[in-house]
């Protein structure tokens, strides 16, 4: 070891390596030579032997593993046994019995927990798929055979997301892996987990009975925790970038609807102006045709200024029509260049067909056939309650009234009359949405005023194909707590409602059905819309039992009617302007509000008081609804001639909507002082039953406020009846 330390030091450790370098390769030589060269050989030929059945054995796992997901899918995870007699069921949205009996004869009514409650997992026992493990477990322990089975389901939607994720080829190659061990335990482990959640917490005995309160379908959250999340949205977005302002949807006249009455400004116009369709025709005042120069539907001016009705309306409605036929062989042909037409003639786009006469729904489409069989998006078989056509003059009616309503915005900035967009009725010439409905009145119109609400789905509808291919229906609704509570912590829950001010038109231009003799309909309704512009809207829904409008009051009185359209075009003008100058998202809604706090705020200053429910509006975003209202109030009163009766009431209407924002009930924080009057306000949106919930909550309201109102005294309401105006 000594002659080793000096001979690095002495020549350096390089030096040494280099000189050790033979003895290194001598000694890996002895190696070599001493092992056998069939050995060698041996042992190479069973490496690639083996190697080969790997590749081989694995490559038909692959196809093995991937053969059986495929038919799993195809076949489907679970199937609905229709007649199911299990002693475990799951209960959501459960409906009442009196709706479903009232209706049994028309409609083929399912709970969203009945159908839940028939679906029943596939099983490979005994090579059979038809046969099924019904878990049964009274005490809560998880039945082993239901654990492989739900083990052996998530193999196959974890295969299904690994082939999509990665693609087939190394999807599929990926595909063995799932099936060793540790996998295996895992997916047992969570299975177990599962099924023993439901057991627990969803599964309820069906010959128990059934407390409404434990509905999977209530949401925990109550009206509070709700639009808290709306307004940290709107803090948190403090950039938000609008493309269309709500102001400029206002001056369109319409927003949510593709194709539109609007026709955009032609390059050569001015792109900075909206509305410079208009304004080629704008001191055009006669009986000119504005479509007489122009050749395409799209560039059609369907909307002129000065709109003459007995001129334009129905051409409007019948330039609309080719603009849908148009977008419909458009899509055809788009569709079409990107299929391939098969010889039988198959593969190419299917063109939709527009049919001025049809009420039908869109046509339901399967949400996931492997995991939610029979389960569809759509109304079924229900028809719409308006005809095509119907909707167009719902549309264009909603159109003249919000571009009407606009016309307040143009006089708080004290544009020039000029600008104004006017319509002619009769020769007189309307600058205003009340002078509009007047004219109609004075030209042997009728119009119902009324405040309607109605539970909404935003849009969402299940329904179930059966055996015979008709359709049950399952009626949704979304629910949460209204914050008040029993004594013994029991809480009532609403569902979500839509509401808004009805406007009802019978009359001319609306016409007669030659089938019934009876008038067409004609339905708008004034509200918040979610697409960001408060003004008015086709009232069109799907014609089923359980979203029917509910008249909050009395319908209005004709002078209530005019007051309320009047004040909803300034309140409309309101809202979009404060939406378009904060750059509020959605234009401002769920936080100035939503749909039934427009109505509600107009509801409460005609009348004094509102049975809209619930009342969302902000605190912060009241203040500002009742600034901008009085600085609107302020310019009309200082702008205006004394002698200009018209507009002091205009700015009387624009100081009781600032009343009505200060002095309106909010449920978003509930409050004992407050009950009399949400109970109130809460049953008259709530009169029918749909839901064993709602029955529920209708009763606990009911008590709780008889307990208030002994406390509290009779007169303890909440409501203002009567409002200081002013002069």
């Known amino acids: 070891m000594s ?7 002495e ?10 370098r033979s003895e290194v390769f001598r000694y890996l030589k002895t190696i070599t030579v001493d092992i056998p060269l069939q050995f060698i050989q041996l042992v190479a030929i069973v490496t690639v032997i ?35 007699e299990s002693n475990k069921v799951i209960k959501a949205l459960e409906l009442h019995p009196a709706f479903v009996k009232e209706h049994s ?38 039945n082993s055979m239901a654990s492989k089975l739900l083990e052996k389901e998530l193999y196959v939607v974890m295969a299904a997301l690994l082939i999509q994720s990665f693609g087939p080829k190394i999807g599929s190659a990926l595909l063995p892996m799932l099936g060793t061990g540790k996998v295996e335990s895992l997916l047992g482990t969570v299975a177990s987990k599962i099924i023993s959640y439901i057991i627990a917490h969803v599964l309820v005995d069906h010959n128990v009975d059934w407390d409404p309160i434990g509905d999977m379908a209530c949401l925990p959250m109550n009206v509070m925790e709700l ?55 704008k001191n055009k005042r006669s009986d000119n045709k504005t479509t007489a120069a122009i050749t395409t539907a799209t560039s059609i001016v369907l909307i002129p200024n000065p709109f003459i009705i007995e001129d334009h309306f129905e051409a409007a409605i019948l330039g609309l029509e080719d603009r849908i036929r148009t977008d419909q062989k458009d899509s055809c042909m788009e569709s079409t260049t990107s299929t391939t037409i098969t010889s039988d003639g198959g593969g190419g786009g299917k063109m939709d067909v527009y049919d001025p006469d049809d009420r039908s729904t869109a046509e339901p489409t399967p949400i996931n056939p492997v995991i939610l069989p029979d389960l569809y998006l759509g109304w079924g078989n229900a028809k719409l309650t308006h005809t095509k056509r119907e909707i167009l003059r719902n549309r264009l009616f909603a159109v003249l009234l919000t571009k009407l309503s606009h016309n307040y915005s143009r006089l708080q900035n004290n544009e020039s009359k000029d600008s104004y967009f006017v319509v002619q009725m009769n020769g007189k010439e309307c600058l205003f949405p009340d002078e509009f409905i007047g004219a109609l009145l004075d030209s042997d119109h009728k119009i119902e005023v009324c405040p309607r609400s109605a539970i909404t789905t935003f849009g ?16 949704l609704g979304f629910f949460f707590r209204t914050g008040y509570e029993r004594s013994d912590r029991r809480p009532a829950y609403f569902s979500a409602p839509h509401g808004g001010m009805d406007l009802k038109i019978e009359g001319p231009l609306v016409g ?27 009232n069109h829904n799907a014609d089923v039992p359980w979203v029917r409008s509910v008249s909050t009051t009395d319908v209005y009185t004709n002078e209530q009617a005019l007051t309320a359209i009047r004040m909803s075009g300034i309140l409309a003008c309101t809202f979009n302007t404060i939406g378009t100058d904060m750059a509020l998202p959605f234009g401002g809604y769920g936080v100035l509000g939503v749909c039934n706090d427009t109505a509600a705020v107009v509801d409460f200053a005609v009348r004094g008081s509102t049975n809209m429910y619930p009342l969302l509006s902000t605190g912060r975003f009241l203040m500002h609804t009742a600034t901008q209202l009085t600085k609107f109030c302020n310019i009309i009163s200082t702008c205006t001639d004394d002698k200009d009766h018209k507009m002091k009431g205009v700015a009387i209407d624009a100081r009781r909507l600032a009343s009505a924002a200060c002095f309106m009930d909010s449920d978003i924080h509930c409050s004992p002082t407050q009950m009399i009057g949400a109970t109130r306000r809460f049953l008259a949106n709530y009169p029918t039953s749909y839901f064993q919930i709602t029955e529920d909550s209708r009763t606990i309201m009911e008590i709780v406020a008889k307990k208030y109102k002994n406390f509290l005294g009779t007169n303890a309401d909440g409501a203002r009846e009567q409002l200081e105006c002013g002069s």
């Not at 080969?52 to 799993?72: C, D, L, P, T």
């Not at 007669?512 to 697409?531: L, P």
């Open 50 to 84: 083996g190697a080969i059945i790997f590749i081989f054995r694995y490559s038909a796992s692959i196809k093995r593993h991937h053969e059986m997901v495929k038919q799993k899918l195809i076949r489907g995870l679970v199937y609905r046994e229709k007649n199911s």
């Open 512 to 538: 007669i059905d030659e089938k019934t003799g009876k008038s067409r309909r004609c339905d708008i309704q004034f509200y918040m819309a979610v697409e960001g512009m408060c003004g008015w809207h086709s």
């Open 11 to 20: 020549y350096g450790p390089v030096v040494w390596i280099l000189e050790q």
């Open 227 to 281: 639009i808290s999340f709306v307004n940290l949205n709107q803090k948190l977005k403090t950039e938000y970038k609008i493309d269309v302002s709500p102001i400029e949807w206002m001056e369109r006249g319409e927003v949510g609807f593709d194709p539109t009455y609007y026709t955009p400004p032609l390059p050569e116009d001015n792109p900075d102006t909206t509305t410079s369709d208009e304004d080629k025709v």
């Open 460 to 475: 969402l509808a299940l329904c179930i194909k059966e055996d015979d291919s008709s359709w049950s229906n399952v009626p």
């Open 105 to 142: 004869s028309s409609w083929q009514l399912c709970s969203l927990g009945q159908y839940l409650s028939s679906l029943r997992f596939f099983t490979d026992d005994n090579n059979n798929a038809n046969t099924t493990t019904t878990i049964k477990n009274s005490d809560g322990q998880t």
């Open 3 to 9: 002659s080793l330390l000096h001979s690095i030091q």
